[in-house]
């Protein structure tokens, strides 16, 4: 590995930890030539998946465009980064296992909703409306009778 200071070509490992759930190793290094430490992170590199979009173009899969779209949602909302990266990483994960080439954006935009509406309906209104482009206040209103009657329920 490359010293990020001096651009040597070799290190030593000094630790190595599992961290982001197991999902990444954290490596701690030192430089032999000028001794100074630095950390590097290893992941498995997944295979890539296509997303559907609705005029049928594919493009790669991007987990920061979900980010972004929630944390637009949850503006102002108590809900925290570390929440909303929760959210990102369960969809991400769950696509990942699904053994799937393709999904859907549909499909992407359900998984959000689905767990935006358990974290904060709110934010669940607010990225429904957007995602699901509501056309008039009717259409906002019968989306909140729907969570209105599902929490009765």
Sequence with gaps: ????YCGYEDSKVIDTRPADEGRTIKRRRECL???????T???VERQPILVIKKDNRREEFDRSKI????????QKRPVSIEQMNKIVDEIENEIYN????EISSREIG???MEKLKKLDEISYVRF??????????????????????????
């Design 110 to 112: 359900e998984m959000v």
């Design 98 to 101: 699904s053994m799937r080439d």
């Design 33 to 39: 030539k000028c001794q100074k430490r630095f950390t």
């Design 67 to 74: 980010l972004n779209g929630i944390i637009k949602a949850c």
């Design 1 to 4: 590995m490359r010293c990020p």
């Design 41 to 43: 992170f290893e992941k």
């Design 128 to 153: 429904a409306s957007v995602y699901r482009q509501f056309k008039d206040i009717n259409t906002f209103i019968e989306e909140l009778q729907k969570l209105l009657t599902e929490k009765i329920e």
